[in-house]
């Protein structure tokens, strides 16, 4: 008698949920030139991207509720579409933040005051890549 050992026929795994967007942040400009994304996948994966640099960041669920928390708090999906800094300013950074389907435009000098939070913890992340924050923020996130 001959026996093969063909394996065991296993179900196949339905199909794996396809991670979604929860944020896509960019900034650019600035005396340095910034030219920086960051996409945070709903997985917790976050890539980070800039003119030198591709990463890869591993976020935790505590990341991920936190950064939650900090879009709810600010009122992001009441938020106007931009704030822009007056006219003749110049090296300032721009800041572009979709998430839950709305976008923010933003620069230095007229960031809204509940979004500073969100961009501070955002920068903080595209740190974890080992890029810079903007002076700009550093001097705001200072204890007054």
Known sequence: MVSGCLGSKTTPEPNPKVPEVLVDYSRSGGIAGFNDRLVIFDNGIALVSSKTTNSEVDLNQTDIDNIIILFNQAQFSQMEG??????????LIKYSISYENK???????????????VIAELNRIVGMAGLNEPPSLMAANLPH
Request: proline content about 12%; hydrophobic content about 30%; charged content about 20%.
């Open 82 to 91: 931009n704030y822009s800094a007056r006219a003749g300013s110049v090296d």
């Open 103 to 117: 976008t923010v435009n933003t620069e230095d000098t007229a960031i809204p005051p509940s979004l500073k939070p």
